[in-house]
C-alpha cells in the first residue's frame, strides 16, 4: 500500500477487498442460516466487478433503485433483479425492454402508482407490493389491509404481472439510539409484514415477504418468517453504521485518501484536498454537538489505522476539508501526505467518487448514470 | 419546454440560459464599471459551451478549484487560469504541464506549502499568496505582515516564479444574516487586503489584489481598490444565494426536473424521483428550525414558475425525495408528472447531474473528473 500511496494525486476512494469479502461472507452465511434468500442492494457499490464477489458466492439475486442501474447489472449478466424503488411511469419503455432480457421485478408503492402503468406493462415482470410498516416514506400502510388486498387483486387478474408478495424498507432503524432499538424495529417490522402476509394467504394468494435495511440485517440473527433480505450498504459499511451499532468500526471496507495541502498550528488544523465533491455532505453529530463529515485514518501497508481519537473531518467545501486535528496528529502530518477519510455514508462517496483503488493497486471502475 | 418535459424521464438539471446570460451580464457590467479584471469561478459549471458566454463577453481570464479542472479548461481554449486552491504539492507533475501549455496562477497559502515545492517548478507560473482575511480555512492572517513578507521575497527571489499579488476568499459571507453584514465583511476584507498591500508595496513589491465570492460580488456595488474579482455561483444563483440576499429567486438559472412517483394524501406528502446523488445533501433551515433540500416548482412553457408557497423538498435518500406538500399541490399533481427543485447549492446539483438540459431541450456537456 505504500507504493500505492505514493502514486495517488488526488482524491481517490481505496478500497480493501479483505474486508468486503469478509462482509459479503457474513450475510450469505447468515442468509443460508436462516434459509433466507439474499437480494443485496447493488446501490451501495454500483460496480460489476464487486458484483461479481456475490456471483461467486452464489448469489444469483439482486436489488437496485433505478431503471438505469438494472440496465447496467442486466447488461452485467444478473438475471433477477428487483427494482426497489416506486414504479415510474415516465421509464416504462425502458421496464419493458429491461423485462425481455431478464426477470424484473416493479414495486407498486399504491393502488394509484399501479393504475397508471397496469395496462401497459410488458408479459412476465414480477410485482411487488410497497408496504409502510414505520418508515413512512412510501408504501401502503400496513394496517390498510383492503388497500393492501384491492392491489393484491388487481396484481393477480392482470396477466402481464406475476404477484411476488409485499416488500417492506424499515429505514427508520437509521435514525435507532440503540442496538436494541434496532432489534425491535426488525421485530415490529416482521410483525406487521407477517399480519399482512397472514390476511392475504387467507385470501388465497400465494406471499412472499422481502425485507431489507442494512442496520436490521446486520444486528439481528434471526430473521423470523421472512423469504428474503435486501441489505445493502454491509458490503462497504460506514461511520453511520458503526454509530448505529451495525458493524465495528474494522469492518468499514472503503477510505478516501486525501492529500494534505494545509496546517494551522493556532487552529489545529488540517486542510486536506478532498470535499463535498468526493465525500458527500452527509454528517454525523460528536459528543460536543458538532457536525463531523469523516473521520481520519492513516495509510499504512495493508490500508489504514483505526480512526485516530480526537480528530474530526468538521466542516467540507466543494474541495476542502478541514480536520479539526490532535496535537499528536499536527506534529506527525506534512503538507504532501495523504489522509485516509472514513466515510459517514459510503454509498454517496462511492457514487461521487466513481471508481475504487484497490490496497493492492487495482482499479475498479463503477457505472455512472449520468 | 412542455415537449421538452415530455421527453424528460429521469432527474434532469434543466438551464434557462436567458437567466445564465443575464446573470453574466450583470457581473460583466459590475466588473467594467468598477474598472476590475472579472476571473470568473468556473467550478460552478464545470461546462466549456457555459465557459464560452463568458468567452463572448471578452472575459478571457478564469479560476478553477482544482488541477483536473485547469486541465479541461486549458483544453478549451483557455489561456490564463488561476489554481484558487492551496497547491497540492502531488500535483506537481500536472501542474508543471499545465505551465507549459497555459499562462497559469497557483496559490500559496503559506511559507510552508511553497517550501514543499518551490525548487520544483516550471518556469512562468504566476503565484498569489492566499490571505486569510477572516473565513479561517486557509491562508496567511491578514495582520501576519512578517510571514506575508517572507513568502513574498521568496516568490519574488524564486527565477520559476511570477509574483501576481494577494488572493482572498471571504466565504464567511455564506454565514452572513443580512445583506448588510456581507457589505460590512466586504468592506473589512478590502480593508484587511489594502493593509496588506500597502505593507508590502512599501517593500516595493507590485501587488494585485484579487477578491471573490459570489454573496460579496452580488450585493456590493463599489469594489474600491480591488484589482480582480472572482465569483462563480453567479452564473446559476441558488435558494442559498437567494436566501443571502445575493440574488431574486427569478435569478436562479437551474432546475432539477423530477417525476413525482408516489403521494400520501394523509401525510401531505409527495415522493419524487430525485434525490441526495442527484440533488447533493446541501440544506437550509425553514421558518420552522426545519432542513429542507429544495424548493417546489411547476414547470411551464418558458422553464419553471416561482417556488410554490409551503411547500418544501423536506427529506432525501439516495434516490427519493419527499416533499412537504401544500393541499393545492397534492390537488394539482399526479404520479408521472415533473416537477421541478431548485436546489440549495447549485454547484454541487451540477457536479452530480453530469450535464445539461436547456430549456430550449438541447444537452450540454459538463466536464467529469473521476
Redesign the interface.
Known amino acids: 500500500m505504500n507504493e500505492i500511496a505514493n502514486g495517488?494525486?488526488?482524491p481517490t476512494l481505496l478500497v480493501d477487498l479483505v474486508k468486503v469479502n469478509k462482509n459479503i461472507d457474513r450475510m450469505v452465511k447468515k442468509a443460508r442460516v436462516n434459509d433466507v434468500i439474499l437480494r443485496p442492494h447493488f446501490?451501495t457499490h454500483q460496480s460489476s466487478e464487486i458484483g461479481r464477489l456475490f456471483q461467486e458466492r452464489n448469489v444469483d439475486a439482486i436489488t437496485v433503485?433505478?431503471?438505469?442501474m438494472a440496465e447496467y447489472f442486466a447488461g452485467n449478466g444478473w438475471r433477477d433483479i428487483t427494482i426497489a424503488?416506486?414504479?415510474?411511469?415516465?421509464?416504462l419503455e425502458?421496464i419493458n425492454g429491461l423485462a425481455r432480457q431478464t426477470k424484473l421485478n416493479i414495486l407498486f408503492?399504491?393502488l394509484?402508482?399501479y393504475l397508471?402503468v397496469d395496462k401497459r406493462l410488458a408479459n412476465g415482470i414480477g410485482a411487488w407490493i410497497k408496504i409502510d410498516t414505520g418508515y413512512?416514506?412510501?408504501g401502503i400502510h400496513w394496517n390498510d389491509l383492503e388497500e393492501i388486498s384491492r392491489l393484491t387483486r388487481n396484481i393477480d387478474e392482470n396477466r402481464a404481472l406475476f404477484f411476488e408478495g409485499i416488500l417492506t424498507h424499515a429505514?427508520h432503524t437509521y435514525k435507532a439510539g440503540s442496538v436494541e432499538e434496532i432489534r425491535k424495529i426488525f421485530l415490529e417490522t416482521v410483525n406487521r409484514m407477517d399480519l399482512v402476509k397472514n390476511e392475504l394467504e387467507a385470501q388465497g394468494y400465494e406471499v412472499k415477504v422481502s425485507i431489507g435495511d442494512t442496520p436490521g440485517c446486520s444486528i439481528v440473527e434471526k430473521f423470523g418468517s421472512v423469504d428474503e433480505i435486501r441489505p445493502g450498504n454491509f458490503v462497504f459499511y460506514d461511520l453511520m453504521q458503526e454509530k448505529l451499532g451495525a458493524c465495528s468500526e474494522s469492518d468499514i471496507a472503503v477510505a478516501a485518501a486525501c492529500?494534505v495541502?494545509?496546517?494551522?498550528l493556532?487552529?489545529n488544523e488540517i486542510?486536506i484536498?478532498g470535499g463535498?465533491?468526493h465525500l458527500?455532505?452527509?454528517f454525523l453529530i460528536n459528543t460536543d454537538g458538532d457536525p463531523y463529515y469523516g473521520r481520519i485514518t492513516l495509510p499504512i501497508n495493508k490500508g489504514w489505522t483505526n480512526a485516530i481519537s480526537d480528530c474530526w473531518l468538521s466542516?467540507i467545501?466543494?474541495?476542502?476539508g478541514?480536520i479539526t486535528a490532535s496535537k499528536d496528529l499536527l506534529e506527525m502530518v506534512?503538507?504532501?501526505d495523504l489522509l485516509m477519510i472514513l466515510p459517514i455514508h459510503s454509498?454517496?462517496t462511492a457514487?461521487?467518487?466513481?471508481?475504487y483503488l484497490t490496497t493492492e493497486g487495482r482499479t475498479i471502475d463503477m457505472a455512472?448514470f449520468?
Chains 1, 2 share one sequence.
Open positions: 495517488i494525486t488526488k446501490k433503485s433505478s431503471v438505469d424503488f416506486p414504479v415510474n411511469p415516465r421509464q425502458q408503492e399504491s394509484n402508482s397508471t413512512h416514506r412510501s429505514g492529500p495541502v494545509a496546517k494551522n493556532n487552529r486542510v484536498y463535498a465533491v458527500s455532505k452527509e466542516s467545501s466543494q474541495e476542502h478541514v506534512e503538507i504532501g454509498c454517496l457514487n461521487l467518487m466513481g471508481k455512472s449520468l
